[in-house]
């Protein structure tokens, strides 16, 4: 599972006619195996371009198309608008927009428009000239500033050969979106930083030492603390993730780099967490020109590399929070309880990066997060968006108790 946030919420999805709609059934299949409970309710127009019986099936939920149901004893419209704790109009046509944007109801997607208490979420998807009509944008202004969300339609070609801004947004961007209306924004002022991924140590201008660090696991706590509202500035070393949306990123290579970048930012934070693999040493010299492969035995004297975390915690103030991680192969709580103490941490997270399914690359990481006063938290094996989800609520949880120190 890769939103937590997501598991076991209801949303209404209402599905308009557009060449974009049957974009609709990915986006349903997409929140199922989120654990959404997905309920559909279809525009005349829109069945047009897909089947309800296919959208039922996908959803595993009756679909409503009609706003008058003789069958049904229930006020249908008010009681689907108020099930919903989010409800997404996905694709939305400039019509739908028009509508909500005058309180016109006239079916039954328009009429549960009318009657939400929810958050609503709109993505358009239209050709370029529609979606720039002024009308439209104006529109779209009326929705926003009634604090309604919209989802701004992706760039390029569309289907009809035009060029311009209109496509439908990939689904992970619409179930960001999604999860991002659905978090509490509970670190809202908050400054967060963190450190991601693995640092290259040259030894001549194309050979490097490093380490397999993906970037996962800095990655998806970055994603989550800004879900959760707060400022947060990644510092990444050379990896290919795309970085969540809102983030801000800063690229390193070396460690010396990410100790520069990092030291700089540092004073200002809130909240940091070292997840980075940085290199412990690096070549003592690093050659000018590639080394030749004619030289049987080459010898590389490596020196060591600044502490970040160590420096970090020598000059943390008493308000901060500073968490980091552990890579161990061997005496896991042993050696991240040295750590810990060594460089002055509020938690560590503590990773037996020997376990499969843990540690450097995968998807999913099993963790026990150490405290100061000896306590053990055990995170058994999950997804690195989870096990972030789990240390963001530590944090939230120190830099509480921090408050009321004060
Ligand atoms: O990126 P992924 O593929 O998702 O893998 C995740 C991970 C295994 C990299 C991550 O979960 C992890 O364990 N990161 C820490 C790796 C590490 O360098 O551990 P360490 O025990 O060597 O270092 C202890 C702490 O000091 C870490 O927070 C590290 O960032 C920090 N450190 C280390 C050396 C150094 N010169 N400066 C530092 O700040």
Known sequence: MKWPILKG????LGITGSIATYRAADLTR???KEGVDVHIVMTKNSCQFITPLTMQVL???PVR?????????EIGHIATARMADVLVVAPATANIMAKAAHGIAD???STILLAATSPVLFCPAMNPAMYHHPATQENIRILKNRGNFVLEPEAGSVVCGEEGKGRFPPIERIIHEIAYILTPKTLKGKKVLISAGPTREFF????FISNPSSGKMGFALAGVACLRGAAVHLVSGPVTLEPPPGVQVYNVVSAKDMYDAVMSLAPNMDVIIMAAAVGDYRPEKVMSSKIKKKLSKVEISLVQNPDILASIGANKRDNQVV???AAETDNLLENAEKKLRKKRLDFIVANDVTKPGCGFFYDTNQVKILMP???VEEVPRMSKQEVADKIIDLVEKTLKSKKSDE
């Open 323 to 325: 968490v980091g991680f």
């Open 204 to 207: 001549d201008p194309v050979r």
């Open 30 to 32: 997409a929140l199922k």
């Open 59 to 61: 959803s595993e939920n």
């Open 107 to 109: 079916d039954y997607l």
């Open 373 to 375: 006063g000896g306590k």
């Open 9 to 12: 919420k209801t949303l209404v």
């Open 65 to 73: 198309v009609e706003l008058f149901d003789l069958k049904s004893e």
